[in-house]
């Protein structure tokens, strides 16, 4: 099967500019969840959808960020405008159950790096 | 509120030593604890995870870690270090009944030394 994947692996775009993540979750996984890792800091929850629905955005920075999951396949998450603090690596993960990850476990895309300049 | 302490940023071995890595934890409920790795340039893959049941996790490529509830710690071991081993390794504990939404340390790079 194939696993998470995410496009582009490495963007770079000057502040005030916008860009947009994609997420393409691996197949019937209703659960999607995005990450984030700012450079030197820890992996933080952005938020997660079921199918298409926000779970919990509660990771969200700030109005600047915007996720969307039309018809609960693929995610996009379109910064906009970008600052720079806004670098870092974006994860993706999906995963199959009812949002409980310990039973099934998340599956992680390798990730978005996005460098503002 | 959950949070994860990973002790040592850089852990450096040589191979076939023993790794341990550690990981402490906080959490107002019982915990689900976890333990990621990252290999260059791809995603992060469970190594293992603790749910309760069996104290002493095993998982994949040797690695095992120990739940020990009156330490609040959860450290990596595996026994011989192999030079495939270096990698991040990623110390989470999942928040309350959200088990997807995990909670990371700060993550703990392992080099291997031939």
């Known amino acids: 099967e194939a696993g998470v994947t995410q496009f582009p692996s490495h963007s770079v775009i000057e502040k005030g500019q916008t860009v947009t993540l994609r997420c393409d979750p691996i197949?019937?996984?209703?659960?999607l969840y995005w990450y984030r890792r700012v450079m030197g800091k820890e992996i933080k929850f952005l938020l997660h959808?079921?199918?298409?629905?926000?779970?919990?955005e509660s990771g969200m920075p700030n109005n600047r960020f915007l996720a969307e999951r039309t018809g609960g396949t693929y995610s996009t998450l379109k910064v906009q405008p970008a600052e720079l603090e806004d670098s870092g690596v974006y994860f993706c993960?999906?995963?199959?159950?009812?949002?409980?990850?310990?039973?099934?476990?998340?599956?992680f895309g390798n990730g978005t790096r996005l460098t503002v300049t | 509120a959950q949070s994860v302490t990973q002790l040592g940023s850089h852990v450096s071995v040589s191979e076939g030593a023993l790794v341990l890595l550690r990981c402490n934890y906080s959490?107002?409920?019982?915990?689900?604890l976890f333990w990621y790795v990252q290999y260059p340039n791809q995603g992060l893959q469970l190594l293992l995870k603790?749910?309760?049941?069996?104290?002493l996790v095993k998982g994949i490529n040797g690695f095992e870690a120990e739940f020990k509830k009156s330490e609040t710690s959860f450290h990596l071991t595996k026994p011989s270090a192999h030079m495939s081993d270096a990698a991040e390794y990623f110390c989470?504990?999942?928040?309350?009944?959200?088990?997807?939404?995990?909670?990371f340390g700060q993550g703990t790079e392992l080099s291997v030394k031939p």
């Open positions: 993960a999906s995963s199959q159950d009812g949002g409980h990850g310990y039973n099934s476990p998340l599956h």
């Open positions: 197949s019937g996984h209703d659960n």
């Open positions: 959808f079921v199918k298409e629905s926000k779970q919990d």
């Open positions: 959490s107002s409920v019982p915990p689900y």
């Open positions: 603790y749910t309760s049941a069996a104290t």
């Open positions: 989470a504990v999942s928040d309350g009944n959200q088990g997807g939404k995990l909670i």
